[in-house]
């Protein structure tokens, strides 16, 4: 990782962090917003690599990830600490908390790779807290996955600088990116972060051949209106292209922001008739069942060509990428 340092008083210095747009100075003995990234010695280093706090195997179809490797499951890990603070974080017990007050295990990243083979995963996944954090361990998993034949999944805030994020890339095959608002004031009031890194994230990503999904959780008064909807909609489509799947997800008061009540079932239905009226091809609901919204259908001719009920998938007639009645290209990894 790079960093830039800064001389201070005799053998002290400062270390700015290059990861991500925050840029932390770091003072010997102090960590990063992260709290991941240590000034130990004068050398940076992330103190949770190699030590996952939650090893999972989850349902793909839970990250969430519809369009990628359907119905199998996927090895997923997490360490503690990120770098956004985001007053709603539904994992801030591990997301917002220091390393040395949670358990973890000792798992280095070729014995993660047998953990998933073990389990009969396809693939694994960085999530729960945010693979930006935890980098440098996501990213040497990353790479002893890709030699094993194991696939890789980011779900992530995207918030991370072009050189790491794209090196990271290189080596992932899928990613749900979490756009949380169009609007930079909510990423500077809610989240302690910024929105354009965001979007360059997921235009790097896609433009690199990730299967990229994105997910907004909608927030009520915060990010529910007409307008927000439809910025978001439009924005993907113009910029990540129609095929790109859309998750709107129900939000629950957590962590910070327990004074809000649960998004309307009524609110995520209109979330979708805008967004599909945007032109988009696939647009889900998540965290409340609706019908129909789970769905996959073709853009082409209208058939149901993935049924799921929660995170089961219940049939999936796409063959070789195609619908099989109109042979349209269903973009995603299907097998």
């Keep these: 990782m790079a960093a830039q340092w800064r001389k201070g008083l005799g053998c002290r210095m400062d270390i700015q962090c290059e990861l991500c747009p925050k840029g932390c100075i770091i003072k010997p003995g102090q960590s990063g917003e992260c709290r991941i990234r240590v000034n130990l010695n004068g050398q940076l280093l992330a103190v ?27 090895l997923s890990i997490a360490t503690v600490g990120c770098n956004l603070h985001c007053k709603n974080c539904q994992n801030w017990e591990i997301s917002q908390e220091n390393p040395e007050n949670i358990e973890a295990a000792e798992v280095k990243p070729k014995d993660l790779c047998r ?13 729960y807290t945010d693979p930006c954090a935890y980098y440098e361990y996501a990213l040497d998993c990353s790479i002893a996955a890709r030699e094993a034949g194991l696939k890789n999944v980011l779900v992530t805030a995207g918030y991370l600088n ?3 994020w794209e ?34 994230s997921c235009v790097s ?9 994105i997910t907004n959780l909608v927030i009520p008064t915060l990010n529910d209106s ?40 009524s609110t995520l239905d209109r979330a979708r008739e805008i ?32 049924e799921r009920r929660g995170f089961n998938v219940l049939r999936n007639e796409i063959r070789e990428r195609r619908c099989p009645q109109c042979q349209m290209e269903i973009y995603g990894l299907w097998s």
């Design 48 to 74: 949770t690599y190699g030590r996952p706090c939650s090893i999972h195997v989850d349902p793909v179809e839970k990250k969430p990830m519809f369009h990628f490797l359907p119905a199998t499951g996927i």
């Design 115 to 127: 953990l998933a083979v073990e389990n009969g995963c396809p693939s694994i996944a960085y999530t």
């Design 162 to 164: 072009k050189e790491p």
């Design 167 to 200: 090196k990271l890339c290189k080596y992932t095959d899928g990613a749900n990116i979490d756009i949380k608002s169009m609007s930079d004031q909510f990423y500077r009031d809610i989240c302690s972060a910024t929105l354009a890194p965001v979007l360059n």
């Design 205 to 213: 990503a896609k433009s690199m051949g990730v299967i990229v999904e």
């Design 226 to 265: 007409d307008d927000d909807l439809r910025k978001m909609a439009r924005w993907v489509a113009e910029n990540l292209g129609k095929e790109t799947p859309l998750h709107f997800s129900r939000f629950y008061p957590q962590y910070q922001m327990r004074n809000l009540p649960d998004t309307p079932g």
């Design 275 to 306: 967004a599909v009226a945007e032109g988009l091809f696939h647009v889900y609901i998540g965290n409340l069942s609706r019908p129909d919204a789970e769905n996959t259908y073709c853009p082409s001719c209208k058939r149901l060509l993935v």
